[in-house]
């Protein structure tokens, strides 16, 4: 009979080796530790429920009137009032959730296309090609940005599409500075100078190396530019260049509420409170995705 061969040291040490994980499985894990995060991406996903499927379950629709409901208080049969022409504030504020969260997140996408992409290409480039195009970003950052939303929407139209593309068009600014100045830091590093001797492409080294080190801090500002957006698109409905009457966002919802903020408070406190609580959620989730997909932060 054959004797098997000894184990060695080495072999053992291989069975023993922890298998390996993904980044995205990593950072999943270190995620659902965070509870304040855990938290966050709980609550938007509810919120986000509520405002999709909350109207279908309605009797009332957002723009039913009822002039002998005038501005009542929350009751049995309208869980959060009336507003000043008799409809039904719950369901105007599942209807605005829709706007907001809309045009945030539309929005918010559009500028992180723009924003990486350009911060990115013009971080690993560098020299002239990085200040010609940092420069471009310069003179934009000088032109009055909600002029400019003013003057796409003018020249387009007053679609609620292109209200997404406009505003994400003008934010885009920051998150590319942002990215540039990460990405600029990651090209002296060791392993992107390895992928360059192996004549690796440009491409192939901003999307599957520059790009996923980055993600922490760009987690972290798109929950900032979410809320951002939401306001910008207030303000744009507060000139008549955004959301139009009968529908209503929860930034129109606020700015009428505080018109009668001192004689009906729950028109204003509702729409707030459902403001408030999204924006702490992406906080909160933001804080989280820094901490989570943190690629030098070590494995538990």
């Known amino acids: 009979m054959t004797q098997a061969p000894p184990v060695t040291e080495s072999d053992t040490s291989l069975a023993m080796a922890e298998p390996g994980s993904s980044l995205w499985h990593d950072a999943w894990l270190r995620l659902r530790k965070n509870k304040l995060a855990v938290f966050g991406g709980v609550t938007l996903i509810l919120v986000t429920l509520f405002c999709v499927a909350g109207p279908w379950l309605s009797p009332y629709t957002y723009e039913q009137q009822d002039f002998a409901q005038y501005a009542q208080p929350p009751s049995a049969k309208h869980w959060f009032g009336t507003d000043k022409l008799g409809r039904d504030q719950l369901t105007r504020i599942m209807y605005g959730g829709r706007i907001s969260l809309g045009v945030g997140i539309c929005a918010t996408l559009v500028s992180l296309t723009i924003g990486v992409m350009y911060g990115a290409l013009a971080g690993f480039l560098g020299g002239k090609t990085d200040a010609a195009m940092m ?11 909600t002029v400019f939303v003013i003057l ?13 593309v406009a505003i994400g068009a003008v934010e885009w600014l920051t998150m590319s500075r942002i990215v540039r100045g990460q990405v600029q ?12 001797a192996l004549g690796l492409s440009r491409r192939r080294i901003i999307l599957r190396h520059m790009i996923p080190n980055v993600l922490g801090p760009v987690a972290v500002y798109t929950t900032l530019t979410i809320p951002a957006v939401m306001l910008l698109e207030a303000f744009l409905s507060f000139l008549g260049l955004g959301v139009q009457p009968p529908m209503s966002s929860w930034g129109t919802m606020i700015k009428d509420g505080a018109e009668l903020m001192e004689e009906f408070p729950w028109l204003l406190m509702i729409p707030a409170a459902f403001f408030s609580l999204t924006l702490f959620s992406l906080n909160f989730l933001g804080d989280g995705l820094r901490d989570a997909l943190d690629v030098r932060t070590s494995k538990d």
């Open 135 to 145: 420069r471009i970003v310069d003179i934009l950052y000088a032109l009055p940005f």
């Open 152 to 164: 796409l929407m003018v020249a387009f139209g007053r679609n609620i599409v292109l209200l997404f």
């Open 185 to 196: 830091s990651l090209r002296k590093q060791e392993f992107i100078e390895a992928a360059l």
